[in-house]
């Protein structure tokens, strides 16, 4: 299995490189946000995702029929990896999700409405699968939504809706079918974020991002707005969660900081002595940059996934999420050992190792073990769809 780029990959991922150099602008590229910038909604980030847009690079993997180029998906990989290594805004939701869900399982007026806008870079999304009790177990969705004449009528609550404060269309799961099991009652909608029945409440984390609650009453969907089948939500929204572990959990962040957090002990003194030479430094520091190497390996493994086309890949998208997120906060945690006292000065004081880096990246990393199905989720998903074991082992 060659994991190497082709001659043709290469020379694109050398000229994404040179763009976003010649591109750099250090109010939309901030490592600090670590992989929530695509979260910073401002006018400098909806100009900077339209450059993307005009480069014909949102969108390449999609069939030409739909605005695309109908190129292998390692073509987005390479560019999303390049954009978070950047800590530039990545494709984002609309490219990666939404409209690759619309284009297998969206009927014709959505395809028209909303692929081009997306391509565009001209619209915003929010997704709604968790509820209060339906967090982890995405088939446990209990917003209400009642057949009237021409549409749906939903009732209900959302929880952790990143994004739901500032996009312009919400892409929602509801339970169309109470009376048949709760994987064959669910269906998704197209909601616009202004509609008079939907009230968003903000929930500030920890971390660098703001969620939200979102509470719907009485709010109106018309049959066109139905995504897909009547009851076949479910199957759509694990497909989305395949890409969506694929498209916004990039590698580039967690070896830039492994590369941050080498350089510094190079260099950091404690008690006169050099810190590299500590041997239980030295030995989390191989275990670090072993990890990093061993992330990267599975990142490969959807570049080829990439190039087979079709259906997301489910096994690889969990163990590359599960692995590599647990890696994030690892990273960050073994780095605030290392710093001892000084590691835990909050993040922008010149006081602070790396300008406090580690301690707000550690803040941040609490949301990427959650957000796309937690760690447990993407586990039991290996080891079912993986390793064959019984649902309840």
Same mark, same amino acid.
């Given at each position: 299995?060659?994991?190497?780029?082709?001659?043709?990959?290469?020379?694109?991922?050398?000229?994404?490189?040179?763009?976003?150099?010649?591109?750099?602008?250090?109010?939309?590229?901030?490592?600090?946000?670590?992989?929530?910038?695509?979260?910073?909604?401002?006018?400098? &980030?909806?100009?900077?995702?339209?450059?993307?847009?005009?480069?014909?690079?949102?969108?390449?993997?999609?069939?030409?029929?739909?605005?695309?180029?109908?190129?292998?998906?390692?073509?987005?990989?390479?560019?999303?990896?390049?954009?978070?290594?950047?800590?530039?805004?990545?494709?984002?939701?609309?490219?990666?999700?939404?409209?690759?869900?619309?284009?297998?399982?969206?009927?014709?007026?959505?395809?028209?409405?909303?692929?081009?806008?997306?391509?565009?870079?001209?619209?915003?999304?929010?997704?709604?699968?968790?509820?209060?009790?339906?967090?982890?177990?995405?088939?446990?969705?209990?917003?209400?939504?009642?057949?009237?004449?021409?549409?749906?009528?939903?009732?209900?609550?959302?929880?952790?809706?990143?994004?739901?404060?500032?996009?312009?269309?919400?892409?929602?799961?509801?339970?169309?079918?109470?009376?048949?099991?709760?994987?064959?009652?669910?269906?998704?909608?197209?909601?616009?974020?202004?509609?008079?029945?939907?009230?968003?409440?903000?929930?500030?984390?920890?971390?660098?991002?703001?969620?939200?609650?979102?509470?719907?009453?009485?709010?109106?969907?018309?049959?066109?707005?139905?995504?897909?089948?009547?009851?076949?939500?479910?199957?759509?929204?694990?497909?989305?969660?395949?890409?969506?572990?694929?498209?916004?959990?990039?590698?580039?962040?967690?070896?830039?900081?492994?590369?941050?957090?080498?350089?510094?002990?190079?260099?950091?003194?404690?008690?006169?002595?050099?810190?590299?030479?500590?041997?239980?430094?030295?030995?989390?520091?191989?275990?670090?940059?072993?990890?990093?190497?061993?992330?990267?390996?599975?990142?490969?493994?959807?570049?080829?996934?990439? &190039?087979?086309?079709?259906?997301?890949?489910?096994?690889?998208?969990?163990?590359?999420?599960?692995?590599?997120?647990?890696?994030?906060?690892?990273?960050?945690?073994?780095?605030?050992?290392?710093?001892?006292?000084?590691?835990?000065?909050?993040?922008?004081?010149?006081?602070?190792?790396?300008?406090?880096?580690?301690?707000?990246?550690?803040?941040?990393?609490?949301?990427?073990?959650?957000?796309?199905?937690?760690?447990?989720?993407?586990?039991?998903?290996?080891?079912?769809?993986?390793?064959?074991?019984?649902?309840?082992?």
């Amino acid at each position: 299995m060659d994991f190497d780029f082709s001659p043709e990959e290469q020379k694109f991922a050398e000229e994404v490189e040179a763009w976003l150099v010649e591109n750099h602008d250090p109010e939309v590229m901030d490592h600090h946000r670590e992989n929530f910038t695509q979260l910073a909604d401002t006018p400098k &980030r909806r100009a900077f995702m339209k450059k993307l847009a005009a480069k014909k690079w949102l969108g390449m993997s999609w069939p030409k029929e739909y605005g695309g180029q109908e190129i292998e998906g390692v073509y987005e990989f390479i560019l999303n990896e390049a954009l978070s290594r950047h800590a530039a805004p990545q494709i984002g939701k609309g490219v990666g999700i939404i409209g690759k869900t619309l284009i297998r399982h969206g009927n014709e007026k959505l395809k028209k409405e909303f692929l081009p806008k997306i391509l565009n870079a001209e619209i915003e999304f929010a997704v709604g699968y968790s509820e209060p009790q339906a967090g982890s177990d995405a088939a446990n969705m209990q917003l209400k939504a009642e057949k009237v004449e021409g549409g749906w009528l939903l009732n209900g609550q959302k929880m952790w809706t990143t994004s739901a404060h500032f996009a312009d269309w919400y892409w929602v799961g509801a339970r169309t079918d109470p009376d048949k099991p709760k994987h064959d009652g669910l269906s998704l909608f197209l909601i616009p974020m202004a509609h008079p029945g939907l009230e968003i409440q903000s929930l500030p984390t920890i971390g660098k991002d703001t969620t939200n609650q979102v509470f719907f009453k009485d709010v109106f969907v018309p049959d066109d707005y139905l995504v897909g089948e009547r009851g076949k939500g479910f199957q759509m929204i694990s497909e989305a969660l395949d890409l969506e572990r694929f498209t916004m959990f990039t590698l580039s962040p967690i070896a830039n900081r492994s590369e941050a957090l080498v350089e510094w002990v190079k260099k950091a003194r404690r008690d006169g002595k050099p810190l590299k030479d500590d041997p239980n430094v030295r030995r989390t520091i191989a275990h670090i940059v072993t990890d990093t190497a061993v992330a990267k390996g599975l990142s490969t493994r959807f570049v080829c996934a990439a &190039r087979s086309g079709g259906k997301p890949p489910t096994i690889e998208s969990s163990q590359y999420k599960l692995f590599t997120t647990t890696l994030s906060q690892r990273v960050c945690k073994d780095a605030l050992d290392i710093q001892g006292h000084e590691g835990t000065i909050m993040e922008g004081q010149d006081e602070a190792p790396i300008r406090g880096r580690f301690e707000g990246a550690y803040r941040a990393t609490m949301n990427e073990t959650v957000g796309g199905g937690s760690s447990e989720i993407q586990k039991n998903i290996i080891a079912r769809r993986h390793l064959g074991l019984p649902k309840n082992f």
